[in-house]
């Protein structure tokens, strides 16, 4: 009996151990009993809530019934993992659209007109108001309207600008001249016939962008670009033909859009005219558009018709760097068109309807949103290309970066191509007169731009240079030495001599005005003093 007593005292022992451990450790508790407190702003009332731990913010809404919606906001985010004392805030968010017409008021523009007295007053233009359609949007949190602005405008009718022409007459001595000289200046366009101080306002709109003006080859038509009224990456411009020969004429809409390299007149057109033009694709990147490189011809009723629209060259790559586009220009003659693109020069073959290519150029590369097309000029033999050519560069430049410009000659009756001036610039754009008496031959004189720092022709001015054909009797004769130089621009000469060579004039802008140089003299005469003008066909 003695010896069964110590088991019952080790027993016990073992259980007091085994409460004492356990005594130690914490409660096991699970995650799902513990709530934590929480308050919801929402719908203009606050709530206190009791949720489990671990829960998210998207769980509690939905626990609730609250269905957040798309522009609603919720603070913090949905996904976020709650905590004691949390403040979740729910923003009711909606918009709200109206529409209203508004009133465009016009622009009151002032037009210099040097042929008035100084001083003197004329309405050319009556101002028109302009009406828009504009979208608001007002924007409410919780009721509360937070803020209003314009969704989208739209242009219902554009405002036309009041014009009001004044006197700006120079003491500038007049000048007999050939011909009819056209102006770009404020938009609109001049003529001048007879003599320098005989002008006359074309155009009236003042929205002339001067891509293109071209007058038909009887002097009668002009054609011409104005700025859309679209945005600029929509619609670019717009063509245009006017009847100069009849005072009261129309502008005709040529239903043609987005030129920016060329548009002229056909000149073998008869008995009905032709336009020929190539197009663009308008882009919002820099430059503002993609070239097309194609070419179509285009029937224009006098009677403001307008025809059949004939395909000669389909879109195209336009070769490297072709997105800048391809220029066109008729010979004297009217039996050629050539071309000029960044790569190189050919001539269009109407009856093929392709491409002849003449000459390769090494296009310029200009690691900027533009490139060159070369300068490009018939002879008044029509026979004759004056281009503009890349030459090779100096030391290890690579090609495309050469800085070395020269003007060369291609003949299309031997495939001769001759270099006949070094060093002229990028911007040389050469122009050949008509053909000149000169004893018993005929001949013709090469205007052309000299740069004043060749190996930076791209930021440098510019002097007007006349030399002979084939590249002998050269002199600079415009601006004066030490004057600041020309702006790239392409010289326009007078259609023929006014007596005996005499009064053949060149004319140029500098400064913003027109001058007038005569070859034979090299004597300059200004003929405007606002600044204003854009651009000069003569023909």
Known sequence: ??????????????????????????PSVSQSNVNLSVSLVADGETKTLQV???????????????????????????????????????????????????????????????????????????????????????????????????????????ALPEIIMYGAQKPFAPQPI???????????????????????????TADLDGRVLQLSKDGVWLLYTRKSAKAPEQEINTLWALNIETPQAEPMSLKTSNIVHFADWDPTTSPNLRVLYSTVEPRAASPGWQANNDLYRMV????????????????NNGGIYGWWGTD?????????????????????????????????????????????????????????????????????????????????????????????????????????????PEGTERSYLLAYLQALAPSQSASSGYRLVLMDRDGSNRRAVFPDTGSRGLLPQTPVWAPNPLYDGKGDFVAVLYQGNLWLIDASTGLSYQVTADGLIQKIIWK
């Open 178 to 204: 050939s011909g009819k000289l056209i102006y770009l200046a404020g938009g609109n366009a001049w003529l001048v016939q007879g003599s320098t101080s005989n002008r006359s306002l074309l155009t009236k």
């Open 328 to 436: 066109y220009q008729w010979s004297t003659t009217g039996s050629y068109l050539a071309y000029a693109r960044p790569d190189g020069v050919g001539i269009v073959s109407f009856k093929n309807k392709n491409l002849i290519h003449l000459l390769d150029i090494t296009p310029l590369q200009t690691r900027s949103d533009w490139t060159l097309i070369p300068g490009l000029a018939w002879g008044a033999d029509g026979r004759t290309l004056f281009v503009v050519t890349h030459a090779p560069p100096p030391g290890l430049v690579i090609p495309e970066e050469s800085p070395n410009f020269d003007l060369s000659a291609i003949s299309l009756d031997s495939d001769i191509n001759v270099r006949i001036t070094k060093q002229s610039g990028m911007f040389a754009y050469p122009s050949a007169s008509g053909l000149r």
């Open 1 to 26: 009996m003695l010896a069964d007593k110590p088991f019952p005292r080790l027993a016990i022992l073992l259980s007091l151990l085994a409460l004492a451990i356990g005594g130690c450790l914490a």
């Open 52 to 158: 489990p731990s671990g829960s998210n913010i998207q769980q509690v809404l939905e626990t609730v019934g609250i269905t957040p919606g798309n522009l609603d906001k919720v603070e913090p985010r949905t996904y976020s993992i709650v905590s004691e004392g949390l403040v979740i805030r729910v923003t009711r968010v909606r918009e709200e659209f109206q529409t209203a017409q508004s009133i465009v008021p016009f622009e009151r523009q002032t037009v210099r007109n040097e042929s008035m007295p100084l001083g003197e007053l004329q309405m050319i233009q009556n101002g028109v108001n302009g009406l828009e359609e504009i979208v608001y949007r007002s924007y409410f949190e919780d009721g509360k309207l937070v803020n209003t602005d314009i969704s989208r405008s739209t242009t219902i009718k554009p």
């Open 300 to 315: 224009v009723g006098k009677n403001g018709n307008l025809g059949v629209r004939e395909k000669i060259i389909d879109a």
